[in-house]
């Protein structure tokens, strides 16, 4: 349909006036804001509604999380209308980018795993595959980072503040939960995906948890003022925050009931559509293929499993085939020990019909294991229900028809380690499906300067839907005009987001120093801590020797510390200690900075990845399953800093390891030291690490009397489960040789622009088309 600016301009207002009894130019932001969307969101109405009335076989993509980010700009390039929208807006005086910041991240997400979940909606619509989310739809998402004094302080992520235009509220599509204890009702709000040049128009609906009976009238007027709104405070608590604190038996209760609440009513819905658009309950399975997005809604088994039982009236065998048909499990774990689990006793007190099916489940699971005569005494590998706890990976690959890794790599090792009596049992069962990112997000929307640099060398735009026509621009890696082209672009990029952090953090940087990156949730394995210790120590090598060669370097920093974590709360805080001694230290002027961003998200993330010089990916080799974060940098020309680990390995075999920065110990070299690494060794034998390890301790930076520094410290001088001291100084000195191939400019153009042409296979139009065609066989 030809976009109509008149049309478009006049519904603008209308909605303005209708809704906000506002006009132009006097109308607020948020009205403004909401207009626009409203407007843009219309344009794809019709195709929307017509594939939600499509009866062909789906599948459907339940998650915990959907780290989507900001809509109003990736919708209007998608459905074809940007530049047309932008000019109908500049007629107005009103300017798409500023109206863009007035829109909220979506607090629906808080790392790799939601944001994996986004780019593969996007790429299923781009390619006009059927897959639906489900999920929940959090008030108040993860939490808003500040930080004070150096400490992550948590408020809430209030996102919903000024609404949400781009949700449809179903309340005609409404459903019931219950637990033991209580019921609520779930209400399912609609997000469009729309696919990139097509018609396709896919739905993710996630669902907001609110009481049956909203207000207690009675007790009200008893004036038992807090019980009037018990039950609602119930409900509303299950759809409230992203991943509770847990770490009580309430904050355990509620992740639970978070979890079964968005499984039953997703699969409410989805035996509600299957009944009315093809009857027969038994062909379920091959019209509804659902992918379990690691074990948050593994609970999802059984609860099918009981609305074929106790709804359809179906016998278990047939229940338990029609579940192994319609479920496959994507596995984000690699050390057995972070498996999830929970006491037993839990679901007894309030599912006690899903702990019913899970023995159930696990009886079946032990007639399977004698009748592949597997010895008695190797049963409790597979049991669902060991010593009193509930394993949920056992119960979803036991179930599911297919478990794949995310990477080749940790496929490999949850094959032959995690996984292994299971990948014995089902060698069939497991594949890889690598995974990765969408290229309209993270290099059209958010580089467009790249974005037409790209088609201008190509002479056409089929990248955006195919990203392996990036392999082209390799013919251009010996050509001065076109390097120096690229780091002009990265140049543009660098300025930007200096000018963003110093709006943001208050915080000057040089955009002419390189940028190394580091951003990612705060975890110990991913040795955010290491990176600070080299940046450290490097402060002590330029105040010992002044004239010491190093480029100027700018560090940055973004991560969120799960609220209840308390080493990783300390980097931070560590973190921040060493930017604060760095930044005020005239001799530093110039040549090295320091900065934490705050409240690292989508958005922030857009700014940052198309500036960087180098992408630290440093996790211990072996733990990290595979990163995204690797990919958005390589897609937008960074060589990676980083180990043996995850995406990294088929980051290096595609960008070729001469243009990567390959650093640390192996898996092989760390599963031979098992039971006889020394952490002492490493310290008195690698020159300045133990200065940078005691300046947790001895005075140099200040933790303000939390203990928090001296709990690193232990753990590091007396374990170091992650192999920090290890690889120390390889890290030390290849950061050092980066600085070095960075001084000549063409030879350090040429490695970032060959990554950037052999980036094509980490799209995630390649990965959702096998899960299409290998898993979901649509």
């Known amino acids: 349909m030809p976009f109509d600016k008149k049309e478009f301009q006049s519904s603008v207002k209308r909605y303005l006036l209708n809704h906000y009894k506002e006009d132009l130019p006097a109308a607020s932001p948020e009205a403004v804001y909401t207009a626009v969307s409203k407007a843009a969101m219309a344009w794809g109405m019709e195709n929307w509604f017509n594939k939600s009335r499509s009866r062909s076989p789906r599948a459907y993509y339940f998650s915990a999380e959907f780290l989507m980010g900001r809509a109003l700009i990736n919708n209007l390039i998608n459905l074809g209308i940007y530049d047309e929208v932008r000019e109908a807006l500049a007629e107005l005086g009103l300017a798409l980018g500023d109206i863009e910041s007035f829109e909220a991240d979506p607090g629906l997400g808080n790392g790799g795993l939601g944001r994996l979940a986004a780019c593969f909606l996007d790429s299923a619509a781009t390619h006009d595959i059927p897959l639906y989310g489900y999920g929940i739809r959090y008030a108040y998402g993860l939490f808003k980072q500040e930080f004070s004094d150096g400490f992550q302080t948590e408020t809430a992520d209030d996102w919903l503040a000024h609404g949400d235009p781009w949700s449809l509220r179903i309340l005609e599509d409404a459903v019931t939960v219950n637990f033991d204890d209580f019921t609520v009702r779930a209400v399912p709000y609609d997000m469009p995906v729309i696919g990139y040049e097509t018609d396709t128009v896919n739905t993710l609906r996630l669902w907001q948890s609110e009481p049956l009976v909203p207000f207690d009238f009675d007790a009200f007027n008893r004036q038992e003022y807090d019980k009037a709104n018990v039950q609602k405070n119930k409900a509303q608590d299950i759809s409230r925050v992203l991943y509770p604190n847990d770490n009580t038996e309430e904050g355990k209760l509620l992740r639970i009931r978070q979890e079964y609440f968005f499984s039953s009513a997703s699969l409410k819905d989805l035996v509600n559509r299957h009944k009315t658009h093809h009857g027969d309950i038994r062909s379920f399975g091959a019209y509804s293929k659902i992918q379990l997005n690691d074990t948050h809604p593994a609970v999802a088994i059984p609860e099918l499993i009981r609305l074929l039982m106790d709804q359809e009236g179906l016998p278990f065998e047939e229940a338990l085939a029609i579940a192994r048909e319609t479920f496959s499990y994507t596995n ?130 089929d990248w955006v839907k195919d990203l392996d026509h990036l392999k082209a621009l390799e013919a251009f890696g010996d050509d001065p005009e076109v390097l120096r082209g690229f780091m002009a672009v990265k140049a543009m990029k660098k300025q930007e987001l200096a000018d963003y952090i110093l ?43 002044p004239g010491l060669f190093m480029p100027p370097r700018t560090f940055i920093f973004g991560a969120k ?194 990554n950037l042409a052999n980036s094509g296979k980490f799209s995630s139009d390649r990965t959702i088309k096998e899960y299409a065609r290998e898993i979901w066989q649509l």
């Not at 478990?403 to 014995?424: D, Q, R």
């Not at 915080?507 to 120093?513: A, E, K, M, Q, V």
């Open 332 to 461: 984000h774990t690699i050390l057995w020990e972070a498996l999830e689990t929970w006491p037993v006793l839990y679901y007894e007190r309030i599912l006690h019909r899903i702990y019913e099916i899970i023995l159930l489940l696990d009886e079946a699971l032990l007639r399977e294991l004698d009748a592949r005569r597997i010895p008695g005494e190797n049963h409790h590998h597979y049991k669902i229900l060991h010593e009193g706890t509930l394993r949920m990976a056992n119960l979803s690959i036991f179930v599911s028809h297919a478990v794949n890794g995310v990477a080749e790599l940790h496929t490999h090792i949850i094959k032959t380690s995690t996984l292994k009596p299971w990948a014995t049992l089902y060698p069939g069962k497991f594949q890889n499906k690598t995974n990765g990112i969408t290229q309209r997000r993270w290099l059209l929307k958010s580089n467009p300067q790249l974005s037409d640099y790209i088609t201008d060398l190509l002479g056409h735009r």
């Open 503 to 545: 709006e943001k953090e208050g915080i000057r940087l040089d955009p002419g120093s390189i940028f190394d990156i580091q951003i990612k949730r705060l975890h110990e394995y991913k040795r955010q801590l290491l990176n600070a210790f080299n940046i450290l120590d490097l402060y002590y090598r330029i105040k010992e020797d």
């Open 561 to 754: 510390a799960a609220p209840g974590y308390y080493i990783a709360k300390g980097i931070i805080k560590y973190i921040n200690e060493i930017a604060k001694l760095i930044n005020e230290d005239p001799d530093m002027q110039d040549r090295l900075k320091v900065v934490f961003v705050e409240n690292y998200n989508v958005s922030y993330g857009e700014k940052l990845f198309p500036a960087a010089d180098f992408s630290h990916q440093i996790s211990t080799a072996g733990k990290e399953a595979s990163g995204t974060g690797n990919m958005k940098f390589m897609l937008n020309g960074t060589p990676t800093i980083g180990t043996y680990d995850g995406a990294n390995i088929e980051i290096f075999q595609q960008g070729g390891e001469a243009n990567n920065f390959v650093f640390g110990a192996r898996v092989e070299e760390l599963e031979a030291l098992a039971g006889s690494y020394d952490p002492a060794g490493c310290l008195a034998r690698v020159p300045g690490l133990r200065r940078v390890v005691d300046s947790l301790v001895d005075g140099t930076l200040s933790d303000g009397g939390t203990g928090m520094f001296r709990a690193i410290y232990e753990s590091l001088v007396h374990e170091d489960t992650y192999f920090l001291l290890k690889d120390f100084e390889s890290y030390r000195e290849t950061v050092d040789r980066s600085g070095r191939v960075y001084e000549d400019s063409m030879a350090f153009a040429k490695m970032a622009w060959l």
